[in-house]
């Protein structure tokens, strides 16, 4: 039986992550955590939004990415979803800024959407659904964070910015094409904020094996038996990265290689982007990759659910590499911040007239 989804591929990706970084040593010092935390996690450093950067300038600078990768004409998209959890305005949505500044139709779909780290997957799941059902050509889905967290908790050593981006269209338009996709989805309260809440709430250890390892591993299961594929048909594995160390015990709980999982891995040195985490290392992977090779992607949100994604490159994207800055180059662009400096960019430090 064909899968609907085969019929979509990725034309574009796109990425952006900010310039400024806070070293996780500083966080963990100031706030009495053991040194060997950091490696513990495996986080050397976030990236921290400038107090002119949010979740929508990012996602605009990653969809325009994406888009010029594509090479399709922004008139021609017709959805655009934005996955956040930390979108600028309470009450209006984040899609319609970027889509406009973006010179998208205004016959289009759009939307903002809320699945904690997976919205960003799940606007990529409905954009390839609407383009595979013949509704819309092109669509794009974007996944962008200015990521919180209250001040001291071990949360703070990891939450981080960035977005990533990607338009989707008919696969022989595509640099890679989907091969498969399923979803898992459970209410697993491992991670929520409460209504007028600065700062989210978490599990602590609950984080883990309920929530993060049992949702992608269950997902990437299904994947595999529904495709009859094994951990070593696939060339790339990327997983959410809530730290450096998660993705690499999942992966080896799936019988993943370390070597297959290692080059989609962003968060030590950008930290936790939430909804552009795992999509951020897709777009790392999609930088390097070659034609013919297959790529695992398993993006988790708390709350709890997880996607898994096949992935196969085509020989296109040689031509689109080159188009927009790659994740590795937006990486090594950076300057180091004081905490201090962070805790005004951020709004940590709040007056009181």
């Known amino acids: 039986m064909s899968r609907p989804e085969a019929k979509v591929g990725i034309l574009g990706w796109g990425a952006y992550i900010p310039r400024q970084r806070l070293r996780a040593s500083e966080i963990a010092g100031l706030w009495g955590f053991e040194p060997s935390i950091t490696k513990a996690l495996w986080i050397e450093e976030k990236a921290v939004a400038a107090a002119d950067e949010d979740a929508v300038t990012m996602g605009w600078y990653a969809a325009k990415s994406a888009i010029t990768r594509a090479g399709v004409d922004p008139q021609e998209v017709g959805a655009v979803f934005v996955g956040t959890e930390s979108k600028p305005y309470a009450v209006k949505p984040s899609a319609t800024i970027i889509a406009d500044a973006l010179n998208v139709s205004s016959k ?118 529904e495709l009859g594929l094994r951990p070593e048909d696939f060339d790339y594995a990327v997983f959410h990265q809530p730290n450096g160390k998660f993705p690499l015990k999942v992966g080896e709980k799936l019988g993943f290689p370390k070597e297959k999982i290692l080059p989609g891995i962003v968060t030590p040195w950008i930290g936790n982007t939430y909804n552009a985490s795992a999509l951020l290392g897709l777009a790392k992977v999609l930088d390097s990759a070659k034609p013919g090779q297959r790529i695992l992607v398993a993006p988790f949100g708390s709350g709890a659910g997880s996607d898994a994604i096949s992935i196969v490159v085509t020989d296109k994207i040689v031509e689109r590499r080159g188009k927009a800055p790659k994740v590795e180059e937006l990486i090594v662009r950076k300057k180091y911040i004081s905490y201090a400096q962070y805790a005004r960019s951020r709004h940590i430090i709040r007056r009181i007239v």
């Open 108 to 225: 289009k779909l759009s939307t903002d959407m809320e699945f904690a780290c997976r919205a960003g997957s799940e606007g990529l799941r409905i954009a390839t659904a609407l383009v595979a059902s013949g509704t819309i050509k092109y669509g794009l889905a974007i996944g962008s964070d200015t990521a919180q967290a209250n001040p001291g908790d071990v949360l703070e050593l990891t939450a981080s910015s960035g977005a990533a981006a990607y338009v989707v269209g008919p696969a022989q338009e595509a640099a890679a094409r989907f091969e498969g996709m399923v979803t898992y989805i459970t209410d697993t309260p491992d991670f929520w904020r409460r209504d007028c809440s600065h700062y989210p709430l978490h599990g602590e250890g609950f984080t883990g094996d309920p929530a993060y390892f049992h949702h992608i591993m269950t997902s990437v299961k299904m994947l595999m038996e």
